[in-house]
């Protein structure tokens, strides 16, 4: 049983469009951050979020923390081929745990 | 480049073997975490050491071990092999032992078990 569970799973659309990506869980955080990683490559962080209700925005990328810490999302804007990628949340608790993944195809 | 350096990039061995794999932090970072990303369980924590300490333990088996050596690099050992244990480790580093700094990752090395 994953902690933290992400949907969709799998998400394949075209360029321009614009696509939520959840991450929720029963459990309560401290901080919650999003990672892209691409194929044979480690994930990179995109955003850390601290406080309940807290959005940030990176370019065309917009993140929320719930207002319990125990879930966010992540919003993209007119995706571009470039956002291509495995999107992964990561909540601190006693330790890191990371979601389940969304796999992210934009389409030319 | 993320400044953390992880070898061997593949590494291919039988069931029942031992391998270490190790990683190098970027310079300043005192933590070090290890992970195992596979296809059906996604990526899990193993463990994190900070300045030599073990911080945090995961999901790690009894027949894997780590450790940070004073120069901070890391080592995990992985014995008695099963096919099971086939995937990528990771490894990242990150300045402080505290679970939201921003962790590095390192490029992972490619175990498979046959």
């Known amino acids: 049983t994953q902690l933290l569970e992400q949907s969709p799973q799998f998400l394949s659309i075209q360029e321009g469009e614009n696509l939520t990506v959840y991450c929720n869980s029963s459990s309560v955080f401290s901080s919650l951050q999003w990672y892209r990683q691409e194929p044979g490559e480690g994930p990179v962080l995109l955003v850390t979020v601290v406080t309940g209700g807290e959005v940030k925005k990176l370019k065309r990328l917009t993140f929320q923390f719930g207002d319990a810490r125990k879930d966010s999302s992540l919003h993209i804007t007119a995706a571009q081929p470039g956002d291509t990628g495995l999107y992964l949340c990561?909540?601190?608790?006693?330790?890191?745990?990371f979601g389940t993944g969304t796999s992210l195809t934009v389409i030319p | 480049d993320s400044g953390v350096t992880q070898t061997p990039k593949h590494l291919i061995t039988a069931t029942g073997q031992r391998v270490t794999l190790r990683c190098s932090p970027r310079s300043g970072d005192l933590s070090v975490y290890w992970y195992q990303q596979s296809l059906d369980q996604g990526l899990q924590f193993l463990i994190q050491?900070?300045?030599?300490?073990?911080?945090a333990k995961g999901n790690i088996l009894e027949r894997f071990s780590a450790q940070q050596f004073p120069d901070l690099h890391s080592e995990l050992n992985l014995s008695s092999l099963e096919l099971g244990d086939s995937a990528l480790y990771f490894c990242a580093s990150s300045v402080e032992g505290r679970q939201y700094n921003e962790q590095f990752f390192g490029p992972g090395t490619r175990l498979t078990v046959l």
């Open positions: 050491y900070y300045n030599g300490e073990e911080r």
């Open positions: 990561a909540g601190a608790g006693n330790q890191f745990y």
